[in-house]
């Protein structure tokens, strides 16, 4: 994608990013605060999330807040008190990028270990669920609000083996799609595919696949940026391709 956002693009912009300490999540956290906005980090590290909200810092970024949330074992009522706690420092939520994922087991359905399956169901579903639930009155504080969720091509199209994840993905533009249509005019909501990144995730999926051949997580940043910006800001209930025309790849 060629888009050359204006550099204070999310100047006076709240944004909360999930799964912020690593992968596409800390670079999108990265790219948000060189472009002007706040950063509140969601993950299940505090170590690795005090280290986003310090590189933020010391590039002179707006300092960022980090809070934990594990999306395996949240609850409405963690997820609840949590928006309460964001409540207390931020009157308002102006972007919510949900990132965090689980993979799961590559392997096919006969195979899936049903455990497994509740783990990634729980992580991609349930959890990013519960916590779009606590985080919606905050967001209609915005009168720009953009909430974007992160999908797959396997959530688009299934493909052996890809199990728990693909089901999960699906249900992602799902509830992407519902939620577009709940909030028109007050909200948008949006999907992204990040299409093969060069991640933990993606060296797991592919094992054997060489990385170097991948898009890095700052290269599928333009992407993020028009997304969560007013550049974008008549798109709802659509789902994107960070690297349009991608192939996707075959499980091994
Ligand atoms: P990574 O595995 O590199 O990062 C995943 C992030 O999610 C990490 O910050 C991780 O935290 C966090 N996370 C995982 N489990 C939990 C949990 N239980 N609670 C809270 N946070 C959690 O993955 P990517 O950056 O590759 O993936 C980001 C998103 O993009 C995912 O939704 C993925 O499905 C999607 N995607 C990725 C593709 C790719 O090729 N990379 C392709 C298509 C979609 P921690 O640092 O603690 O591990």
Redesign the pocket.
Known sequence: MHYQPQKNLLQQRIILV?????????EAALTYARYGANLIL????EE?LRDVAQEIEASGGAPARWYT????TCTPTSCTELAQRIATHYPRLDGVLH?????GEVRPMAEQDPAIWQQVMQ??IN?TFFLTQALLPLLLQSDSGSLIF????VGRQGRANWGA?AAS?FATEGMMQVLAEEYQGRLRVNCI??????????AS?FPTEDPQK?KT?ADIMPLYLWLMGDDSRRKTGMTFDAQPGRKAGIAQ
């Open positions: 999930t799964g912020a300490s690593d992968g596409i999540g800390r969601l993950g299940r590290n690795k949330l594990d999306l395996l990132n965090a994922g689980l993979l992580v991609n959890g992160t999908s797959s091509s994840y993905k595919n990040p299409g093969g990144t060069r991640t933990k995730m993606r999926a991948l997580p």
